[in-house]
């Protein structure tokens, strides 16, 4: 995939869901609220594995805390009846409680000591598994990884594993990098679309939409923004990437950046796509909670009727 693509208008729908989450009802009422409210017109879905820490070899792909293949081919299943595009996304989570991207090991293998030749396969197996569930549910969009910094300089494993998933998944392929890390990978050849986590400050974003701009001309790949968001926190404008910033909830510094992000998309037409950070599945909290959440959902927000309008613009 090269050149202009469809502007996929996504959130991130479903965060870490547990096995058999789709055995209620809960689940569908949320997606429908997320479509109408929205206007979105694709959701991405994670399913992530887990490992006990960063160093950790083996990874958890099937069991209660991993949703199962029929709860991602119910939510398709669910997702195209409300018109909206689906986006899979593999992901792994550390039990310990440390973020995916400080998982690493010694570049030069030591006895006794964990490393790559160990972690890969266990990724490239949840990797297949979910490119599986990409292939057999028709999905738009298989994202292969998601923010995991301490690995992204092993381009010779990171090539192998997405030959791999192609193998199974024929669709188009995309990496989500971390934010600040776009102009550092080496292997975006590798993929059809480049993405990663806008995080940024609000008073930022030019400079790094040009320089991401800059990325996305260099290697001749449309780009989007896997993820996006911003908690509704005081200050986190400034801190949108800092889930524990933030001493009081405030929807308004939540709306403040979701302005700008949105303004700096029209500047910046480059910009494929948006992965809105998250809307819960099955635990969504009631609309006229809102004002007192002080997470990144943005349901019965401020923020939400600001993307509403930019879904109503796409549209037209």
Known sequence: MTGQMPFLNAYTYGFCEKRGFTGGTAWKASLERLACSTGCNAIIL????WQEHTYSTEMISEGPDVMSAEDVARVCAHARKLGLRVILKAMVNCRDGYWRAYIRFFDAP??????????FPAW?????????????????LLCVGCEMVGTDHREAEWRALIAAAREIYHGPVSYNCDKYQEDRLTWWDAVD????SGYYPMD????????????????????MFMECGCPSREGSEFRPNDWRFGRG???EAQERWYRAFLDALRRHPFVRGTGWWDWPATRLYPDFAGPDNNGYCTWGKPANDLIAAFSAELRR
């Not at 994670?46 to 594995?49: D, G, K, L, Q, Y």
């Not at 569930?133 to 738009?140: I, K, P, Q, R, T």
């Not at 679309?193 to 990663?196: C, G, H, Q, W």
């Open 46 to 49: 994670p399913v992530c594995a």
């Open 110 to 119: 030591v006895p006794t000591e964990p490393g790559w030749k160990d972690w």
């Open 124 to 140: 490239q197996r949840h990797v297949c598994g979910v490119a599986r569930m990409a292939e057999d549910n028709g999905a738009d």
């Open 193 to 196: 679309v480049i993405s990663s």
């Open 204 to 223: 930022e974003l030019d400079q790094h939409f040009a320089r991401i701009q800059a990325v996305a001309e260099r290697e001749g790949r449309p780009f």
């Open 249 to 251: 909830t405030d929807p």
